[in-house]
Every structure is written in C-alpha cells, then in structure tokens.
C-alpha cells in the first residue's frame, strides 16, 4: 500500500511553496499517481520504496508545486541487480504528461549504474542532455542527489559536489512555471528502440529503489 499518501488527492494549482525554507525540511506528504500499491512512503521519517514488478512501477509527487529559489534533495538508492531498462530518478515538473511542461530532471538509466543525465525543458523542448559519470556503483549504497533552482541559475549536485551548473542568458528560455518533486521507476526499454536505458529483462525482479531524506534545502 502507498501508506499515509492518496493517489486521488490531486493538489490545486494555486497551492505553492517557495524553496525558501529555513534549514532543511523534510517533504512528507506525497501523491502516487500510478500503481499506489508498488510505492511504499512512511511519512515521519521520509523514506519512499517503489518496486518494479509484474505490476510495472509507480510514480509519485510532492502535493505541491514549488516555486524557484532552493533546492530539493533526496537520498537515493538504486536496484541492484540486472537493471537494464529500466529509468529510476528525481525530478522537477511543471506537470508530468504537458506538452508544453518545464522540467529539471536527474534520471539514472538502468544500463549504466556509474553514471546519471540530467537535463532541463523550457516549455516542453528538451534536448539538454548531459551524462556524467559517478565514482561509484549507485545501487551499492545511498548517494544525496539534489537540484537547486533559481531565477538565474540550476545546478545538479551529487554527494554535495556541483556536476552540472546552467547560468540563464538573455534571451533564452528559462523554467519559471512552479513544478512539482516527482520521481519513479519505470521500463522505459521502447525509447529509442533501446538505445537510452537497454532492452528490459527482468531477470533479477523485483528491482525496488529507495529514498530516503527526501527534503527541500536552502539554495
């Protein structure tokens, strides 16, 4: 079961939160907006499972947009196991699913455990992939992944180093819209026939990723 959390409790859109809180706070009320009983969220210590299944995964979100000025943060482990596949990340939406969304992502591709994109949309145009690679295998421990989000610069932090920093330029698009903190787990073997995460195999399923810590934080 998705625990205290309700997967048909949508929050309005005039419900915002700005990223400015004093200190750290922990982000205890999320909405599952698929598969409710694949996520597993324990409210008072922040901590939220997702499984990858037989019953595919599952997504969650804050209940609340966000708006620029702060970051958010979670610790995350990945599955272990064959994962090949499969996209387990953390990130910021305007509304999953638009056509026209602003998003900042930080998505880890089952194929490749010692390395992480990110990327950013302006009104639904992508195309600002960057990969990096990690000192580390993400699914043999936590590791602290946050975004911080302002009107003039994003920046991708993983275990408190910067890895990727985007300065706004005149005249570019920026993302202002208030986003959501969404994150899943899902097979996402079709895109691009395979090429992006590798071809689903399910060998070592169940595959569960774990965050905990899941905040929002001073810029």
Not at 89 to 95: G, K, V
Not at 185 to 207: E, F, I, N
């Amino acid at each position: 079961m998705a625990s205290d959390s309700e997967s048909s409790d949508v929050a309005p859109d005039d419900q915002h939160e700005h990223l400015r809180p004093e200190g750290t706070e922990p982000l205890a009320r999320i909405t599952v907006d698929y598969t409710p009983d694949a996520c597993r969220h324990a409210p008072a210590s922040g901590e939220i499972h997702v499984t990858y299944d037989h019953r595919g995964g599952a997504r969650w979100r804050f209940r609340a947009r966000f708006l620029p000025g702060g970051a958010v943060a979670a610790a995350v482990r990945a599955p272990a196991g064959d994962t090949a596949g499969l996209n387990y990340n953390l990130y910021l939406s305007s509304l999953e699913g638009s056509g026209d969304m602003d998003e900042i992502d930080f998505e880890i591709l089952g194929n490749d455990k010692r390395a992480v994109q990110t990327n950013f949309f302006v009104a639904g145009c992508g195309g600002r992939e960057a990969v990096h690679e990690l000192p580390f295998d993400s699914s043999d421990g936590f590791h602290h992944y946050a975004v911080a989000w302002g009107a003039e610069a994003i920046e991708w932090r993983v275990d408190g180093e910067v890895i990727r920093r985007e300065e706004r330029r005149d005249g570019e698009p920026w993302p202002e819209k208030p986003m959501y903190l969404y994150a899943s787990l899902w097979d996402a073997s079709d895109v691009d026939k395979g090429r992006w995460t590798g071809k689903y195999h399910g060998r070592d399923a169940p595959y569960v990723t774990n965050r905990k810590k899941v905040k929002r934080e001073e810029y």
